[in-house]
Nanobody, 117 residues
């Protein structure tokens, strides 16, 4: 069955960086568009970024463009999200999801990112 396991979250000061990873299994990872989404406390799910199956096409929500970088390693069945210049408003549970924006069919259990001084 499809499994997506996120890791790499943590507590970081404003301006800091983290690299989130998502290990995928149970399907042909290289055949799927993948996305990152997040959910801040008390808010709904927010799309963050999407990457094409080959890794050459990427898109970002405006609030993270220029600070976040999505990438993938199809040989390792792993999706990444490099997050730089973190802001308190980036505090959220981050999930990797299989599928393009708003058309996800599977997602992981999430990894918590907390930005605080």
């Amino acid at each position: 069955q499809v499994q997506l396991v996120e890791s790499g979250g943590g507590l970081v000061q404003p301006g800091g960086s983290l690299r989130l990873s998502c290990a995928a299994s149970g399907f042909t990872f290289s055949s799927y568009v993948m996305s990152w989404v997040r959910q801040a406390p008390g808010k709904g799910l927010e799309w963050v970024s999407t990457i094409g199956s080959f890794g050459t096409s990427t898109s970002y929500t405006d609030s993270v463009a220029g600070r976040f970088t999505i990438s993938r390693d199809n040989a390792k069945n792993t999706l990444y999200l490099q997050i730089n210049s973190l802001k308190p408003e980036d505090t959220a549970e981050y999930y990797c999801a299989r599928g393009p924006r708003s058309r996800y069919d599977s997602w992981g259990q999430g990894t918590q990112v907390t930005v605080s001084s």
